[in-house]
């Protein structure tokens, strides 16, 4: 048997070979890579914002991602093409308290992705020249350093900027779907509440119970100057009683369905009854949580009970239509529409011609047998007793003949046997 | 038309009798009245045929009015909901509720004209009104079903039963035609009335409603259906033999009535048996020989 032998020569060119191919293999992969992550596989070296003023406009030092490079600049100023001026300045501090920077997200990983990489859209010498207006001899208008702006007017910023919450507030988003507010954006109306509205863009928080009212007020002011006059906006102003509902309270605050629509009809004796109906809570302010019971045994509540099993859509009196929407009052406020001397108008939103002595029907929301009527609770009394004895009797009667005719029958059934 | 009781005869029977005065018409009309069917049994027929179109009409308004009115009663409770969802809803219920009571009242008012026609106009004895002799009979029919006598009452046209369920749902339906119209136009009402007679008006309603479903679908069922079945109000026709066991005083006045019928004279005087005509005995044969299997009836 021979020995193998070693051809060392061409087992060196062949290891050479190898290597070299695995180091080109390797950096075109880096390289690529590097080059997704938007990233220059080249290393700059680092530029503070103030130091090395820029002497050419030719050569960007500024890495994607330095957001607050330029936007931490109080004078960093937007034009839309509409021509209306916008402060494209960020305060940090702002975004780092708020949720999302505690994600850790960049401000174009989630929201700004249309301004990923630097510059946004628009030319190099053209981004450099406004900031750098040393060099390119453009002058602040006004202090202000202003940038041209790809975008109609600042809401159409708003606008695109919003479509990015939905990526991670996907059950949110969804819910706001069949939401009024919703509704009316698509019928065009660009200044319909998106989430920034409520949530502020950048210092974005829980909005808190007091703040709902802030926010809401920005365009319902009307609704919410009646609301504060209220017992329940007069309650949450002074020492944000927790028991009161507030705007989003009643009417949602991602699905809020509009309160003309019957839904909200049908859902208010739930939203009302929930709290008014709830002994914890109201004892505390000495109402009584009859209200519910009693609204739902009478003729306008009797429906109600019937809407919530989806069997017909009526529009007999809800909570709402007597004791007011923003403007509920307490029934001893003689302002309140269930004042009794303001009870005849309010029956005659639905009885046209109901007169002073028809409002003397209403008990009040007190029960029957509550003794706030003795002749009522006497007369129930009476007749409850009245109709026993009555089937008493007459159960009596029938067992007595029954049993006679039994045993008659028994006693001839022995005759015939005989 | 006067109605005395006399014993007949003081010494030889202490059997009270009633006297009725027979005049020609109401003789003719019982002996067209007592018929005899091809197989040879006899009969009576004891309702016209409007008379028993109107109680069926009674019969399906109070029925209607009954099933639409306990749905609304007990609206919380899982047999109501069914009850309404098998109505459709409370609106269309209250609709059909409406419905029947424009139909009862319909029937009531024909029923007052009738009565009133009877009355006046035709000057026939009232047949449903209260007598002394219903109380006495009443006692009499308990004491009997506690085996503590013999003696049986003999029933007229109308025994104290059928007397105490017309009242009692006569005059259940004139409460509740009132409780109802005043909660159902409650604005017209309050124009003369106070309101409050308006959640009055309900509780009284509610309960009446239920005394008159009680008298009717348990007593009365109980007397026309499960003690033993009686078909009279829908066919008009009463055998002789159920007649001589339920109403023995009616046969007795139309046979008489009808034998007294061509009389030169009238009115004509019969008397009728206020107890058996054998005195006080019943006989115990009676059930085996007679050719229906319950015992006496009422």
Known sequence: ?418 | MPETVEPVNETTSRMPTITRYVNERDANAALQNMKTSKDGSAYVVRFTLLVRLLHLLLLVAVTGLAFTGLAQIFYANALGRIMLSLLGGLEKTQNIHHAFAILLAALAIFHILDSLESLFVRQQRPPMLLRWIDFQNFFQMQVFNLGLTRKQPRFDRYSYEEKAVYWLVTLGILVLGLTGIVQWFPIQVTEFLPGIVIPYAGIIHRWEAILVILVVFVYHLYQVLFRKPDGSIFSGKKTRADMQMEHPLELEYLEKAAAAAGSPDWPVRIELNLSDDTGEEIKETESASRDTSAPEGS
Not at chain 1, 24 to 39: D, E, P, W
């Open chain 1, 1 to 418: 048997m021979t020995k193998p032998t070693l051809n060392h020569a061409r087992n060196t060119l062949v290891l050479f070979a190898t290597g070299l191919f695995i180091l080109l293999l390797g950096a075109t992969s880096i390289r690529t890579y590097a080059k997704s992550m938007n990233v220059d596989p080249t290393p700059t070296p680092e530029i503070t914002q103030s130091s090395a003023p820029a002497t050419t406009l030719q050569t960007n030092p500024h890495e994607d991602g330095e957001c607050l490079d330029c936007h931490g600049n109080p004078a960093l100023t937007g034009l839309t093409m509409d021509g209306e001026t916008i402060s494209l300045y960020i305060q940090p501090a702002a975004h780092q308290e708020s949720f999302h920077s505690r994600e850790g997200g960049g401000c174009n990983k989630f929201c700004h992705q249309a301004q990923a990489t630097y510059p946004h859209e628009t030319s190099t010498a053209e981004s450099c020249a406004v900031c750098h207006w040393q060099v390119s001899g453009q002058a602040p208008v006004d202090g202000k350093l202003v940038f041209k702006l790809p975008y109609v007017d600042a809401r159409a910023i708003t606008l695109e900027v919003n479509t990015s919450c939905k990526k991670c507030h996907v059950e949110i988003f969804e819910s706001t779907t069949d939401s009024a507010h919703t509704r009316i954006m698509l019928e065009g109306n660009r200044y319909a509440p998106l989430c920034s509205d409520c949530h502020s863009g950048h210092d974005i928080s829980l909005v808190t119970r007091q703040g709902v009212s802030d926010v809401c007020k920005k365009c319902h002011l009307a609704e919410y100057t009646t609301y504060k006059g209220s017992v329940h906006g007069a309650a949450l102003e002074a020492d944000s009683n927790p028991d009161v509902p507030t705007c989003a309270g009643c009417h949602g605050s991602h699905l809020v369905s509009g309160p003309g629509t019957t839904d909200f009809r049908t859902a208010t004796v739930k939203i009302c009854g929930d709290c008014h109906s709830d002994k914890t809570i109201m004892d505390k302010y000495g109402i009584s949580t009859d209200v519910l019971s009693t609204y739902m045994d009478d003729a306008h509540g009797l429906t109600d009970f019937f809407r919530k099993t989806n069997l017909e859509n009526i529009t007999r009196a809800t909570c709402f239509d007597c004791h007011g929407k923003h403007n509920i009052l307490s029934p001893d406020n003689p302002s309140s529409k269930v004042y009794p001397e303001n009870l005849q108008s309010t029956c005659q939103q639905c009885h046209d011609d109901a007169n002073i002595r028809f409002p003397q029907s209403w008990l009040s929301h007190k029960k029957i047998d509550s003794g706030a009527n003795p002749g009522l609770s006497w007369t129930n009394q009476i007749s409850l007793f009245i109709v026993v004895a009555a089937a008493v009797i007459i159960l009596a009667l029938i067992i007595l003949d029954a049993r006679r005719r039994i045993a008659l029958k028994v006693k001839a059934g022995r005759n015939n046997g005989k």
